[in-house]
């Protein structure tokens, strides 16, 4: 535990300093001030709760389907919904399917102690890599059920190292620990982890969902009408340049909506300034200009919808810290683009193994291959094939999780 304690310790000391001068950091902070008044007041002593943890708004996607379920089928249940990060906390703080939002406090005996006591939760849900040791383990010693989510593993993380003895030690905490992939199972198992399931990622259920609501844009439809749309998710500076280099070179041949990660004036500006062809933002969208190449998406929460736009998509973030979602364009069946840092997303390696994805490391690579998907239209049937295949086989990972849970929790 000393190591375990020592990295901790060193991490949230490290945000507090960073709290002076780092916005998120700040937030951080803040968010956790006074939590034990805040979180006795919000708490109905009268209730149950099923407390679900996510660390930031893409484990809240994966965590998001097994709350609704819970909801949905139980009329009385209560969720309580904490995050870690404020990039959840901030977007996600009046979900209407969670009773409460809050920050989880930081990992300490104390802390631990004092929030179970507060929550008494029936049983507990982490979500994919949020492995907190003490509040782990308090779980454990009052023995409250606690399950991991669309867990997954790799050879490289700690807990798999010669010095990862107290990270192992909080997975035996689990009561049941539900996987992604054989892989991962298969890692486990070597380390003498036995209760585990693989169920999928239940990231492919919600993706599903949304692809299913009925959403229309009539100004979308008319950009999208006969023309090749490349939508382009969550795009970064790095990716930005080569889309919009390309655009400049072939607006006769294609649109773009282009969603950014970060949605500031300052960036905005920037991808305008990049752009040679005519754009257009999409909140100033009211009437269509036919030379409109560009629509940039300066709004939060459109973009796993706007997807079914796209002949192609392509995802930012491979040229930094890793790809975002590539499962919310996949259930539209159409191939998807994404640059070189992508090999910790499982689906990801899926994808490019099954030649539905692309990877590219420049512009070069992005031009080859958009032109090349192009060119005949039975290289896009043969994808979206391959695609309906494999969401087929992904599907369905919340309901094999819940079932199996509340027969563990009844236990």
């Not at 798999?160 to 997975?171: I, P, Q, T, V």
């Not at 299913?212 to 439809?221: G, K, Q």
């Not at 043969?382 to 999780?401: D, L, P, R």
Request: charged share 25%; aromatic share 14%; net charge positive.
């Amino acid at each position: 535990m000393l190591l375990y304690s020592i990295i901790t310790g060193f991490y949230f000391f490290s945000v507090r300093i960073a709290a002076f001068f780092n916005p998120k950091a700040k937030l951080m902070i803040s968010g956790r001030v006074n939590w034990r008044n805040e979180l006795k007041s919000k708490i109905d002593k009268n209730k149950s709760y099923v407390w679900i943890h996510c660390a930031s708004l893409g484990e809240f996607e994966q965590g998001r389907p097994l709350i609704e379920k819970i909801k949905s089928e139980n009329a009385g249940a209560s969720i309580l919904l904490t995050f870690f990060s404020p990039s959840g906390y901030e977007i996600r703080k009046n979900y209407q399917f969670a009773d409460i939002v809050c920050y989880l406090p930081f990992d300490s005996k104390a802390n631990a102690k004092d929030f179970i006591d507060i929550v008494k939760p029936k049983y507990a849900v982490f979500v994919k890599y949020e492995i907190w040791y003490y509040f782990l383990k308090e779980l454990s010693i009052r023995n409250i059920p606690v399950f991991l989510i669309s867990g997954i593993f790799r050879k490289n993380q700690i807990f798999f190292k010669w010095y990862g003895k107290s990270y192992r030690k909080a997975l035996s905490f689990f009561s049941h620990l539900f996987l992604q992939d054989n892989k991962s199972a298969e890692l486990l198992k070597n380390f003498g982890f036995l209760d585990y399931s693989v169920c999928g990622d239940t990231r492919m259920d919600r993706v599903m969902s949304i692809a299913e609501e009925n959403y229309v844009n009539p100004l979308l439809e008319q950009f999208s009408e006969n023309n090749n749309i490349i939508v382009c998710g969550s795009t970064w500076e790095e990716d930005e340049i080569i889309l919009c280099r390309f655009i400049n070179e072939f607006s006769e041949k294609y649109k773009l909506i282009i969603a950014p990660h970060e949605i500031n004036e300052q960036h905005l500006e920037k991808i305008e300034k990049l752009l040679k062809v005519k754009s257009v933002r999409l909140s100033n969208l009211e009437t269509l200009d036919n030379s409109v190449r560009v629509i940039i998406v300066d709004s939060i929460g459109l973009l796993s919808k706007l997807y079914r736009y796209a002949k192609v998509a392509y995802v930012g973030g491979g040229f930094g810290k890793g790809i975002h979602n590539v499962l919310e364009p996949i259930v539209y069946n159409i191939p998807v683009i994404f640059g070189p840092n992508y090999k910790k997303f499982k689906e990801a390696v899926d994808l490019i193994s099954g030649k539905t994805a692309f990877e590219i490391g420049d512009y070069e690579n992005f031009e080859s291959i958009i032109n090349m998907l192009f060119s005949e239209q039975k290289i896009l049937i043969q994808i979206k094939n391959q695609t309906e295949v494999y969401i087929q086989k992904s599907f369905g990972a919340t309901s094999k999780i819940d079932e199996k849970m509340q027969i563990l929790v009844k236990n």
